[in-house]
DNA sequence: TAGATTGTTAATCGATTAACAATC
DNA sequence: TAGATTGTTAATCGATTAACAATC
């Protein structure tokens, strides 16, 4: 018996190969049945020679002249990121920020799904936010336990990230989508993505300055 | 007389420099004086090397065994990004997300100034969200040229994306953060930033899967 | 002075792009 | 078949890290 060593793959090219399925799902709605690296490409703003090079992490089945069947593609990338199912999601923070993350989950369907919103105001504890219950952030382990959640999005104030983030981490969350400007520590096997919007307004007020012939973003 | 050529820095060079910005200015609440690089590093989540690489870019005035003043070196990093005053500012639609956006303006001030916000509901035209006046869709060049914008932020459906981004260029927007999915064609001279919220959730999604042993994520 | 830190250059690392044999 | 495209390997590019002379 041979253990199936599922190699782990980077950020980057997680990110684009959700970007091409995204693309790929727009297709099939237009009921386009194959395409070519070199447009799938052009629709997800990358280089042909990017997508071959990220479709190698998929058991894709292009064929030459023919390019790849839409369908099949879109299972491969799906099964390749393996979110079948939902993942049990955890929102902290229903403040103006938390409440917007949260239309995301009605819009679009990203593979998660909320499970709590945590909170302090009690104004909103005991309500319901879009069909997702809100509860006092101090039931946080209870809730993270009770419903498997090993992922959580978090959209509080800076003074409690880290704090929040340790009592995730011990209550078994191992992937967070950090919205505050704190740097979080955690052990090495948990997975943060910073999403520092701040940030983001600085970056972008520095490039309106200069008339600068620039390069793309991040991403 | 000699012509200065600014040379521009890269998008995760003015990335970190925006955030050493943030932490100097969170020394100089609490009365710190002096900082060493490998402090202002452990900081900002970044190695000592790479601070100092990145100062590199600044007029800094380190000096070996005293480190460097946090008041001056605060002062360098701005002189730097050249954000002395504020930018003027569009916002693009005002749903859920693009009213948190306009959040931060108001907790934060990230060296932008929001001068309009453009919506086409007709229930917000007219109004006021936090004291910057709601216009129009229609009023977008007028408005960009009037207020001599230079950022936008584009917090609207993806299907009027690419339509909105190619009006705000040609009304003279040259750097825009984009919060749509919609992989927006530019001319090269334009910067744009996507945030991708969608692409995020489902990358944390992937991570949340396997017992990943993990590196830290983007930007 | 001795020791530690800066500024800067060199080495390493990783990610993107180019090239090309296999192939439909 | 001829031509174009895939899958994959090699080359390039850029960004991070390491090293180290200058220096306070």
New binding site residues.
């Given amino acids: 018996m041979i253990a199936i060593a599922k190699k782990l793959i980077?950020?980057?090219?997680v990110g684009?190969l959700s970007i091409y399925r995204r693309v790929l799902n727009q297709l099939t709605e237009k009921n386009t049945q194959r395409?070519?690296?070199?447009d799938?490409a052009e629709l997800a703003g990358?280089?042909?020679?990017?997508v071959?090079?990220?479709?190698?992490n998929v058991s894709?089945?292009?064929?030459?002249?023919?390019?790849?069947s839409v369908a099949s593609l879109s299972r491969a990338v799906t099964r390749c990121l393996g979110t079948t199912g939902p993942t049990p999601t955890v929102l902290l923070g229903a403040g103006h920020l938390g409440q917007a993350l949260l239309h995301y989950f009605l819009a679009t369907r990203p593979h998660l799904q909320v499970k709590a919103v945590l909170e302090v105001n009690n104004d909103l504890v005991g309500k319901h936010l879009h069909q997702v219950p809100v509860y006092h952030e101090s039931t946080l382990e209870g809730n993270v336990r009770a419903s498997h959640i090993k992922v959580a999005i978090l959209a509080v104030p800076d003074d409690v990230a880290q704090d929040q983030a340790n009592r995730l981490v011990a209550a078994g969350v191992c992937s967070i989508l950090n919205f505050t400007t704190v740097r979080l520590r955690v052990p090495a096997e948990v997975y943060v993505e910073n999403n520092d919007i701040q940030m983001s307004l600085e970056r972008v007020a520095y490039y309106a300055h200069e008339d600068s012939e620039l390069?793309e973003g991040k991403a």
């Fill in positions: 980077n950020p980057r090219t684009r395409i070519f690296s070199r799938l990358v280089s042909a020679s990017q071959r090079q990220d479709l190698m894709s089945n292009g064929t030459p002249q023919n390019g790849y390069i």
